[in-house]
């Protein structure tokens, strides 16, 4: 098992551009997360997705757009980047919600550095 | 959410135990403590949970007071891979809200 890979590992945008990052998890988890993290602090959450088709917003959603069209792949899409989302992005996958007395294990890539000019 | 604090950095040494602390006062009655850690840019990696009792796995323990105000992670035998930042992180629902957590300084 690949466990949960992020394309690309590094990219570098100008203000103002576009792009997609891939999420894909071969585990068949349930939820689904996208989180930055910016130097020195913790990650916040962007967005995150319950199941195929459904997608919800996290802590810090401005900016980003999300889908979940197959169970497996969560994309993350910036319209237009800019300077303030430089940051390294992080996907998780984890089979349940951790909600009552369920076991919230969120398996992580090994994220994504972007770089907006 | 629940927040939680915790020393920005400890230092300890290679084969000693490392005892992390977390402070968690406004924890409710059914929010759980979970902790991660996340070595050099790494992607975090999941470690151990808890809700009252105290825990314990192969990686490492978790004690939670009788209050559930504070708990503390236990590496029982340190070595130099496990210098890292280390997240205590109180769950409800299915949002970890991280913090900037103990950067876990294993020296020899």
């Known amino acids: 098992n690949a466990g949960v890979t992020q394309t690309p590992k590094f990219r570098v945008l100008k203000t103002g551009q576009s792009m997609t990052l891939l999420c894909a998890q071969d585990m068949n988890h349930e939820y689904m997360y996208w989180y930055r993290q910016d130097p020195g602090m913790g990650l916040r959450l962007i967005h995150y997705s319950v199941g195929e088709g459904t997608t919800a917003k996290g802590e810090v959603p401005d900016g980003y757009n999300v889908s979940r069209l197959k169970k497996q792949n969560f994309l993350l899409g910036l319209e237009s980047a800019a300077p303030s989302q430089t940051s390294v992005y992080f996907c998780?996958?984890?089979?349940?919600?951790?909600?009552?007395?369920?076991?919230?294990?969120?398996?992580f890539g090994p994220g994504t550095r972007l770089t907006v000019l | 959410d629940a927040k939680t604090t915790q020393p920005t950095s400890m230092d300890c040494a290679e084969g000693r135990a490392a005892n992390l602390p977390c402070n968690h006062s406004t924890i409710s009655g059914n929010e759980y403590v979970y902790w991660y850690r996340q070595i050099h840019s790494q992607g975090p990696q999941y470690i151990i949970h808890g809700l009252k009792n105290n825990e314990t796995n192969e990686m490492a323990s978790l004690i939670i007071t009788e209050d559930r105000k504070s708990s503390t992670l236990i590496l029982p035998h340190a070595t130099l891979r496990d210098t890292a930042v280390y997240y205590c992180i109180v769950l409800y629902g299915n949002k970890l809200v991280f913090g900037a957590g103990t950067i876990l300084r294993v020296k020899s």
């Open positions: 998780a996958s984890s089979l349940t919600s951790g909600g009552g007395s369920s076991y919230n294990e969120q398996f």
